[in-house]
C-alpha cells in the first residue's frame, strides 16, 4: 500500500506524473511529437483563470492550432463506415491507427446512481452493433479491491484521495491504449466529477496523444427525486454492495453520495469557456444539451441519445412463415407463404394479443402495488415502473400501451401480419426490414451457387459478415446492419410494443443489437422458421425469453433458459 501512496505516483499536480510506458512509447513516435508555441509547453493545464485562459483554452480544444510551428499534418478526419465506406489506409471502412483525429474518448461525468453506467453500456453496445470498436473502461471495476465504504471517498482522506487519481489514471492509460492501437472509441465509466479529476484526464490524453484525438464529456444528471430514489436503491444489488443488509447499505450509500456532492462541479461554464465538448443528459434523456460536438462518432452518440428513453414494452422479432421458396430451398426471390406459413401468421396472430393482455394485466398489477418512494429491499427498475412520458387514462392508471406490428415490404412478411386487427394494431411496412439481397443468386439454392459460383461461395463461407454478393444490388451483413440503423433507433425512441417480421439476416442483425453479440457471431446465428424471440428492456441489460411454433398445438412452447445456439449448435454468449 505504501508503495501506491507513495507521491512520486500520484497523478496530481500532473507537471509532477512521470510518464506512463504506453505514453513514452506512443510519446516517441513522430507523428505523435508534442507542439511547443514559444517555447511553452502547452499540453500543460495551467488552472483556470485570467492570464492563462488561452493557453487553457488550447490544451482542451480539439481542434489544433494550424500554424503552431513545427505541427504535423492535420489529418482530415471525414467519416469512416465499416462496409460502406474505403479508402488506401482503411480498405474496410474502419478507422486507422494513423486518423487519430477520427477517434473518440467519452468521458462520463456525474454522481453515483445517475445511470452512467447504464448509459454507458447502450452507447458501447449501440457503436460496436455499427462496427466502431468501442470498449468500456470502469474505475470502479478496478478500485474494488481496495476500501469500499463511504470514508474512502472523503475528500479529506489525503491517502485514499491519492489512490483513487491513481486508479483513475491507470484506468485511462489502458482506455488510451486500446484506442491507439487497436479500437475507434474509448469509454472512461467513473464520476470524474470535479475540475481536478476532468483537467488531469485532459492532461494526460493530450501528454499520451496529442491535441488531435477528440475529447466528449458525458454527464448524466438527475433532478427527479423518486427516479434518483429508485436508483439508489437498485445500487444496492451491484457488485459495491452485493450481500450486504440493505439498510445498512443504503445508509453508506448515500453517505458516499453526500461526501460527492461536496466537491461536485456540473459541466457548462468552465468547459464552454474553453471549448470543450460536452453532452449533458438530464433525467435520462427529458432533456439532452449538447455544446461543441465534433466529428463523426460525437454525432452518432448525440443522435443516439436524443432518442433514449426507459420505458418499459415489450419487442418482438421473428422471421416470416414459410414461403414457397422455403420449401424449395431458394434464397431471396419475393415468395409467398405456403399453407403452412399461414398457420403460423394465425397462430402468430393469437400469440401476439395473448401476450399483449399479460403485459397488461402486470402493468396494472405493479401500478396499483406501487409505493413511492420506495423502501429498502424492494427490487425496482430503472424508472421503477414509473414513466412520466407514459399517459394516464381516466382512472388514474397507466394507459394500455399501443402495439405496432412492423413489416418488410416483401410478400412474405407482409402476408405473415395479415391477420393482425388494425384497428388494434398499427402495422406498417418498411423496406429496412427486407432481406439481404442476393444480387446476382437471388432466387438460387446454396447448391446452385456451390455449383455455378465456387469461388464465392467459398468467399462468402470464410467471411459472411463482410462477404457481399456480386451483381446489382448485392448486399452484405453490413449493408443490412446500416440500414437497420434508423429502425434499431425508432425502436429506442418509441415507449411501445413492437413486433418486427423480419428474415433471416434481418432477426439475426437485431438480435445482435439488443443483446450484445460479438461480431464473430451475428452471420452464424441459429434463427429459425417458428422461433420467436421476446425481449424486454431492464436496469442491467435486457431480459429475452424464446418460444417455438408447435404446429401440432398451432400455438408457441417456450424454451428453456432462452439460450442462443449458432448453426453448428455451440452455445453463442449474450453480453446484454
Known amino acids: 500500500m505504501s508503495a501506491a501512496l507513495n507521491p512520486a505516483h500520484s497523478p496530481l499536480p500532473i507537471k509532477q506524473t512521470q510518464h506512463s510506458s504506453i505514453a513514452k512509447s506512443v510519446m516517441n513516435t513522430p507523428a505523435m511529437t508534442r507542439t511547443n508555441s514559444g517555447g511553452r509547453d502547452i499540453d500543460h493545464l495551467a488552472p483556470p483563470p485570467t492570464s492563462a485562459a488561452i493557453g487553457l483554452g488550447l490544451n482542451f480544444s480539439d481542434t489544433p492550432a494550424a500554424t503552431a510551428p513545427n505541427s504535423p499534418r492535420i489529418r482530415a478526419t471525414t467519416l469512416d463506415i465499416p462496409g460502406l465506406t474505403k479508402s488506401k489506409v482503411s480498405p474496410d471502412g474502419r478507422i486507422a491507427n494513423r486518423d487519430i ?23 458501447a453496445r449501440y457503436l460496436n452493433w455499427l462496427q466502431h470498436d468501442t470498449e468500456i473502461f470502469n474505475v470502479g471495476k478496478r478500485r474494488r479491491g481496495l ?33 491507439l492501437h487497436r479500437g475507434s472509441i474509448g469509454i472512461l465509466d467513473a464520476t470524474n466529477s470535479t475540475l481536478e479529476r476532468r483537467k ?33 436503491r437498485l445500487k444496492l444489488s451491484g457488485p459495491d454492495y452485493k450481500g450486504q443488509d440493505p439498510v ?25 469557456k474553453q471549448g470543450m465538448q460536452y453532452i449533458k443528459m438530464i433525467d435520462v434523456g427529458r432533456k439532452v444539451v449538447t455544446h461543441q460536438v465534433k466529428g463523426f462518432l460525437g454525432a452518432q452518440t448525440v443522435y443516439f441519445l436524443l432518442n433514449f428513453n426507459l420505458a418499459h414494452r415489450q419487442i418482438w422479432i421473428t422471421r416470416h412463415g414459410e414461403s414457397t421458396d422455403n420449401v424449395l430451398g431458394k434464397i431471396g426471390g419475393d415468395a409467398p407463404l405456403s399453407e403452412e406459413g399461414k398457420k403460423y401468421a394465425k397462430a402468430l396472430t393469437s400469440f401476439m394479443e395473448h401476450q399483449r393482455r399479460l403485459f397488461r394485466q402486470r402493468q396494472l398489477q405493479k401500478h396499483e402495488s406501487a409505493h413511492m418512494p420506495p423502501r429498502a429491499g424492494d427490487i425496482t427498475p430503472p424508472n421503477p415502473e414509473y414513466s412520466k412520458g407514459d399517459s394516464m387514462d381516466e382512472d388514474g392508471r397507466p394507459a394500455e400501451k399501443n402495439f405496432c406490428v412492423w413489416t418488410s415490404m416483401l410478400q412474405r412478411s407482409i402476408q405473415t401480419a395479415q391477420y393482425f386487427d388494425e384497428e388494434e394494431f398499427d402495422i406498417k411496412e418498411m423496406r429496412m426490414l427486407n432481406e439481404l439481397s442476393a444480387g446476382v443468386a437471388e432466387g438460387k439454392t446454396y447448391n446452385d451457387i456451390k455449383s455455378i459460383w465456387p469461388d464465392q461461395y467459398a468467399l462468402r463461407k470464410a467471411d459472411k459478415l463482410h462477404y457481399r454478393y456480386p451483381g ?14 434508423a429502425v434499431i433507433v425508432e425502436v429506442e425512441r418509441m415507449t411501445d410494443h413492437v413486433l418486427l417480421i423480419g428474415h433471416r439476416v434481418v432477426a439475426r442483425v437485431l438480435l445482435a443489437y439488443f443483446l450484445g453479440l460479438d461480431r464473430k457471431d451475428v452471420a452464424k446465428l441459429d434463427v429459425p422458421l417458428g422461433r420467436i424471440y421476446g425481449l424486454e428492456p ?17 400455438w408457441f412452447d417456450q424454451i428453456p433458459n432462452s439460450q442462443l445456439m449458432s448453426e453448428e449448435g455451440t452455445l453463442v454468449k449474450v453480453n446484454n
Open 538 to 554: 431492464k436496469p442491467y441489460g435486457t431480459q429475452f425469453n424464446t418460444y417455438q411454433y408447435n404446429p401440432e398445438t398451432q
Open 147 to 179: 476500501d469500499q465504504s463511504a470514508a474512502f471517498f472523503d475528500p479529506a482522506n489525503k491517502a485514499a484521495a491519492e489512490l483513487r487519481e491513481k486508479v483513475a489514471l491507470e484506468t485511462l492509460d489502458e482506455l488510451l491504449d486500446y484506442v
Open 248 to 272: 445498512k447499505a443504503l445508509e453508506d450509500f448515500k453517505k458516499r453520495v453526500a461526501i460527492y456532492e461536496k466537491n461536485y462541479v456540473t459541466l457548462g461554464e468552465f468547459e464552454e
Open 200 to 232: 488531469a484526464i485532459v492532461d494526460r490524453v493530450r501528454e499520451v496523444a496529442g491535441k488531435e484525438l477528440g475529447v466528449l464529456f458525458l454527464e448524466s444528471e438527475c433532478h427527479d427525486q423518486q427516479l434518483l430514489e429508485a436508483n439508489m
Open 472 to 485: 446489382v444490388g448485392g448486399e452484405s451483413y453490413l449493408d443490412v446492419i446500416n440500414r437497420l440503423r
Open 101 to 123: 483525429g477520427a477517434k473518440l474518448v467519452i468521458v462520463m461525468v456525474g454522481l453515483p446512481a445517475r445511470g452512467k453506467s447504464y448509459i454507458t453500456k447502450k452507447v
